[in-house]
């Protein structure tokens, strides 16, 4: 009876023993996952600052792009006027024959997005915000870009086929016609230049403006997941 009482008492010993070893393995383990967990969420608070900062040069570049875009399309439609309305030349019209012709570029920083796409899309742990960066770098981006190529081809044809044809070199934001009564008989010039116009309001509209606003959104949107941190 002595030697079966100590049989048990050894058996609960090496259960307790064992329980509390299963138990240590388990904490451990648990904290081994929150440690990675916390890692990972500190790779992905770094890959959103430097997102953020990339798409703040982007919108300061866009919002710069879109304000010549609107100054560009008032100039376009002041000399389309002056060539249907046929009214004498004026020298306030020299800074606007300079600026139906000019464009902009946009290249935007793609290094920061890269390097998420390099980690795994899956570091950024709301499906809303990573769906939208995704959003924003291979598409919005990319047709704001395709479109400006567009602009730049009509653009082109604008400078080189009627630039030299119909005004002296530019000098000072200013462009001075060799010979008003030609320049205001060429209907194909009128043609070019009402297709680049008609052009760089679609540009404007669907392409500028959505793009700017779609960077805005992901800001705010990185704001917020970053509030996260605070």
Avoid: C
């Avoid at 969420?41 to 953020?52: A, N, W």
């Avoid at 009627?162 to 194909?188: Q, S, W």
């Amino acid at each position: 009876m002595l030697e079966r009482n100590k049989l048990s008492g050894y058996l609960v010993y090496a259960v307790g023993e064992i329980v509390l070893v299963v138990i240590g393995i388990l904490i451990a383990l648990q904290i081994n996952n929150w440690n990675v967990r916390k890692q990972e969420r500190q790779v992905e608070f770094e890959m959103l600052r430097e997102l953020k900062s990339g798409l703040e040069g982007d919108l300061s570049d866009i919002t710069y792009n879109l304000k010549a875009h609107q100054q560009y399309l008032y100039s376009q439609g002041i000399v389309l006027e002056w060539l249907e309305s046929q009214t004498p030349m004026q020298d306030s019209l020299y800074k606007h024959f300079s600026y139906v012709t000019k464009g902009t570029t946009f290249l935007f920083n793609e290094g920061p997005y890269e390097t998420i796409k390099q980690k795994g899309m899956r570091i950024i742990t709301d499906n809303n915000l990573r769906l939208r960066i995704q959003r924003l770098y291979d598409m919005v981006l990319h047709d704001y870009i395709d479109a400006g190529r567009i602009y730049y081809d009509i653009q082109s044809t604008l400078i080189f086929t009627y630039g030299p044809r119909h005004f002296y070199g530019e000098t000072f934001n200013a462009m001075v016609p060799r010979d008003v009564k030609k320049l205001l008989e060429d209907e194909e010039y009128a043609y070019m230049l009402r297709t680049l116009k008609d052009y760089n309001n679609f540009y404007l509209d669907q392409k500028i403006i959505p793009a700017k606003n779609e960077i805005e959104n992901v800001i705010e949107l990185i704001d917020r997941e970053l509030d996260k941190w605070d």
